[in-house]
C-alpha cells in the first residue's frame, strides 16, 4: 500500500449496529426509527423449528404485519418475486431479515423490487441505484458472511441458469442486530465454516490490490477476534461472550471487504461451489492458505501482518517467514476446528480441477487479488496443491 500520495480510495459503512445479549428487543424500536409501520419477517424454514422466529415476532408486536418463509438455501429470481407479491399485498413498508446469507441476500433484492418495482435483473451491476431502498434491519443467524453490512447480493436465475450479482451501497441494510442468542445454537460444523468464511474476508481484505488504512484496521482486529473466539465458539456452542465476539469479527471483516473486496480465494471457492456444492467457508477454509502461498511474492508484508494480528510473527522473523507462519496457523486452526484441509475430502473429482479453473477466471474477485492471475493453468496449479 502506498504511503504517500499515491494512496486514493472511498470508504464507506452505513449500516448501524446494534450489539448485545437481548439486543433483538430493540427491533421494534429500530424499525419505528425508520418510519416502518408495516413489517414482514422474511426467514427460512430451518430458523422458524429453532423458535427465534417467535422472539423476533414478539419484539415487533403489532408492527409485523407478515412471515415469509419459503427460502430454500439457494435462493432465486423466482423467490424474490413470490416475495415481493406478498409484501404488495400486506402493503409492507419495512423489511426484518432473520436468517443467514440466503435469507439476507433474498431481503436485499426484495428491497429494491418494493422501491423501485420492475425485474430484479434491471438492476444487475455495480451502483445502478440512486436513492435509499426500503428500510431493513438484519438480524443475522450465523456469523461469518458479513451481509448484514455488505453493498453486494447474489440472486440465482433458476430458469437461465445464471446468477443476478448486485452490488450497491444502497443494499446495505439500516440496521444490523448482533444478539450472541441468535447464533448460540448452531451447530459446530457450520458454527466453524462459516468463522473460516470470516477469516477469509478478512485475510483478502488485507491483501487486496484495493485495500486501505481503514479496511485494514477492521480486518486485523477481526482476525485476533477469530483467532481467539472461534474455536471456542466450536468447541463451547454456548459460550455466549465467544459468539459475541464473532459476531464482531464476522461484522467487522464484512465492512472490510464490502470495501476492500475479496480475491483469488474467493473467485475460487465460488468455483467449486457452484460445480460441486462445497459450502462456501468450507471452500475458503481449504483453499485460502495455498492462495496465500501462491501469493506471497506479491505481498509477504500484508501476510506478516496477518501472522502479527494472530499472534504467531517473532520478532527476528523476515516478512516472509511470518508469513508462512501465518499460513501454517491458519492451517492449524482449521484442524483445530474439525474442518477438512482438502478438496478430496469433499468430494471434488480432480479431473475437474480445469474446468474449475476455467471458471474462476471469469469471477469479479479475482480482479482483486495481489498477484495478477492471467491464465486457468496458473489457477489449475492452486487447486492441485489443495486437492
Ligand atoms: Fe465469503
Redesign the pocket.
Known sequence: MPHDLELSFNFLTPTKIVFGLQATDEVRIEIRALGGERTLIVTDQGIIQTGLLERIKGSLGNLCVGVFSEIPQDTGVHVVNAAAELARSLKVDSLVSLGGGSVIDTTKGLAILLKEGGKLENYQGFQMLNRPQTPHICIPTTA???SEVTFAAVVKDHARNQKVLLFDYHLAPNVAILDPQMVSGLPPRITAFTGM??L??AVEAVHSLQREPIADALALHAIRLITTFLPHSVQKGDDLVARGQMQIAATMAGMA?TNAM?GLV?AM?HSVGARFGVP??VA?AILLPHCMRYNMGACPDRYALVAEAMGVRESEMSDEKAGEAAVTAIEELTQRIGLPGRLREVDVPKKALKDCAELSLSDGSIVYNPKPVYEGKEVLKVYEAAW
Open positions: 461469518g458472511t458479513g468464511d470470516a477469509t474476508h471487504f475479496v474467493h471457492a462456501h467457508g475458503n
